[in-house]
């Protein structure tokens, strides 16, 4: 019966072979945890879009509102100013 011998060029290839599997062991954990982080940071900015959109909601649309209010008084309000001081000046 022969003895298996194990040469130099065989345990290197063994030893490259076990460091190929585990670099693809823990390269395959990192892309997972990577998909999982954009999976949360993907949620984060819904939630966020949601909030901005609720600020918006609040404080932008009535903000909006009173600029269209002001621009339709404001030629008659210029009107009345110009009237008063037509009266004034008689």
Do not use: C, Y
Request: without cysteine.
């Amino acid at each position: 019966m022969q003895e298996a011998v194990l040469t130099t060029k065989d345990f290197m290839n063994i030893s490259i072979t076990v460091s190929i599997i585990v670099i693809s062991i823990l390269l395959a954990i990192a892309i997972v945890h990577a998909i999982l982080i954009m999976h949360d940071v993907r949620k984060v900015s819904k939630i966020t879009g949601d909030i901005s959109e609720g600020i918006n909601s609040i404080l932008i649309a009535p903000i909006a509102l009173i600029g269209q209010i002001s621009s339709s008084v404001a030629p008659q309000a210029e009107k009345a100013i110009k009237s008063w001081l037509k009266k004034m000046d008689k």
